[in-house]
């Protein structure tokens, strides 16, 4: 058993990982696209959006298919698909249709709360942070090895990047359904396909504790795809003069400089994600709740205080990469994005630590709703970064008007001593399943 869930561990780590790399492709080419279709900063600012477009919406639908029809077929049919169209569009000269084509492509984002759902089917409570966080850490990494690799390996032809990523992303799809089990016995299987119907979907989404979730998630994960989609712009034309001075001088040269940059926030976010799910576990077994106001008596209390410190971090980081963008140092941009990175991963980590154990029975609706909806924001995030007074300022406008919410309202919500699930929009009777 142990051998069998190891395997299939990898196996949903490995699909996220491409999925992962072809998701954030196009940022990793921004500079050439931009360079060939004459892009302004707004238009790179909605490029980098549009990357996000797909996921709420996909996420929950990818939720909903994985209880009911089962991970693996789920995951190798988007893998498939995201393949099929990143060929397609390596074949593409019109902008136009390289940019439907490239949205298209970034349902690949979506993979993850099919994987969320294949692995905590496979792992007990006590070691459900440290499966999710190497599954969703490692898995992440794609984002930037494509930010630091594929610029590397294929100068500005982002052509012939695009059709070996959907190549390759064939082969993965075939290799998950051939391999890849739904769950590890047949009465779980029956039991949570029997529970993704509209009414326990209805009930998880109308959860305060669901909704703070998903708040959290979309101010560490939310930002984390953000920042890969924009950062390599950022850099580009943020710190134009201090990477021309380093050496980096054509565009491919300006690409491979903004793309290392970049991929700083990536590597340290999805590096450091095991890491919180393992701080989750630890706080859970050393029973620390160190928060005021939050619960302190719950069976998962202390998961719920070491998220709410990693948000706390995330707002702090986001104020300290405005203050290093308006210095003009790019060195102390580049360690607060480490920093930043770090936080985030101790967001999306403490978050898919509790998912599993708040909703049990409803993994993937769960995933698809907080993995869901909360990259909803991720699509605003690039729109006020590149709408600022300048390209600094719209880290501090998205930390005082978004974040904070998010965090008081997550405080807020994590406060009940008895089953915070049970405290939503609707009535918990909808919760009551058929006999």
């Not at 998903?214 to 984390?224: H, K, V």
């Not at 930043?340 to 049990?360: D, K, Q, R």
Request: with cysteine.
């Amino acid at each position: 058993m142990a051998t069998h869930k190891v395997e299939q561990l990898i196996i949903a780590t490995v699909g996220f990982f491409w999925c992962f790399l072809m998701w954030f492709s196009t940022a990793a080419f921004s500079p050439s696209i931009a360079a060939s279709y004459h892009l302004n900063i707004k238009e790179l600012g909605l490029l980098a959006s549009s990357a996000i477009w797909m996921a709420p919406l996909g996420r929950i639908i990818a939720g909903w298919a994985s209880d009911r029809f089962g991970a693996p077929r789920t995951f190798a049919c988007i893998l498939a698909a995201c393949g099929l169209i990143s060929i397609a569009s390596g074949f593409t000269t019109n902008y136009d249709v390289l940019f439907v084509e490239r949205i298209l492509v970034a349902i690949a984002g979506v993979s993850f709360v099919v994987g969320i759902q294949h692995v905590a089917q496979w792992f007990d409570a006590h070691e459900i942070g440290t499966a999710e966080g190497l599954y969703a850490g490692t898995g992440n990494v794609g984002a930037g090895a494509g930010a630091l690799v594929l610029p590397r390996l294929f100068g500005t032809n982002y052509h012939a990047a695009f059709i070996d990523l959907g190549a390759i992303a064939l082969i993965l799809a075939a290799w998950y359904l051939w391999r890849g089990k739904a769950a590890n016995s047949a009465e779980r299987t029956i039991l949570v396909r029997g529970r993704s119907d509209l009414r326990g979907t209805l009930f998880v989404w109308s959860r305060y504790i669901a909704i703070a979730l998903m708040l959290a998630y979309a101010m560490s994960f939310g930002l984390e795809i953000a920042l890969n989609a924009w950062l390599p712009g950022y850099f580009t034309r943020g710190f134009h003069e201090a990477i021309l001075a380093l050496g980096f001088h054509s565009v491919a040269g300006l690409q491979i400089a903004a793309g290392t940059f970049a991929a700083v926030a990536s590597f340290t976010a999805s590096l450091f994600r095991p890491f919180s799910g393992f701080m989750s576990d630890l706080f859970q077994r050393r029973g620390w709740t160190p928060l005021p106001f939050i619960a302190k008596t719950l069976p998962y209390a202390p998961r719920l205080h070491w998220l709410g410190v990693s948000l706390i971090l995330i707002v702090l980081a986001m104020a300290g990469l405005t203050v290093g963008g308006l210095s003009g140092s790019l060195h102390l941009s580049v360690a607060v994005l480490v920093a930043l990175g770090v936080f985030i991963s101790f967001g999306t980590g403490g978050t898919f630590a509790l998912v599993p154990l708040l909703f049990p029975d409803r993994p993937g609706a769960a995933a698809g709703f907080i993995g869901g909806v909360s990259t909803a924001a991720a699509i605003v995030y690039p729109l006020v970064f590149s709408n600022g007074e300048n390209l600094h300022i719209g880290y501090a406008y998205v930390a005082l008007y978004m974040f904070l919410p998010f965090v008081l309202f997550y405080f807020w919500a994590a406060r009940y001593e008895r089953h915070p699930e049970e405290h939503g929009l609707l009535p918990s009777t909808l919760a009551i399943e058929e006999a």
